[in-house]
């Protein structure tokens, strides 16, 4: 009798062990479907003003793999960058959309135009005047880049520099 009331209750303990291991996976197939800034969640859609202050709608779904690049005028490490971004824009702008964000709220505007002035990018430069999609994308560093599929989702979430090689192989996993 005894034996008989101990099988039952590893049978209830396994089963309950086995419903919960159910739910938390059905929780982490659906975590896309909310959107934060981070890997693996979709991204969240802004709209800011570019250089000439049209309004572009960025973040979300789209037909190619997104990259966003948060970047400041001051920021060494930024402008090191900058070449590479531009190369790569030029490489792969059949399946690569890359947009600037320029933060400008703890930059100066006059000098975000200087910069991309003198770096000649041609690809989208928004202007995060007020500072809203730097906070809600939680950017403290410059630069910080986010790679977001053609679902919208965030694959990749990179602070400091990259070599161009590594984006590289970055933007073939996830195009």
Known sequence: MKRA???AVVIVILTLL???QNQ???VRSSAAAEEKPKIGYLAPSFELPD???RTVRAGGASDKLTMINFWASWC???DLEAPDLQALHERHADRLLLIGVNSTKYDRERDARRFVEEHELTFPI????EGAVTELYKVSQFPTTLLVDKDGVIRERVVGVLSKTQWEALIDKWS
Do not use: F, Q, V
């Open 5 to 7: 009331w101990s099988m």
């Open 18 to 20: 086995a419903i919960h």
């Open 24 to 26: 938390t996976g059905a």
């Open 51 to 53: 250089l000439s202050d």
């Open 76 to 78: 060494g490490p930024c």
């Open 126 to 129: 928004l202007m995060d005047r």
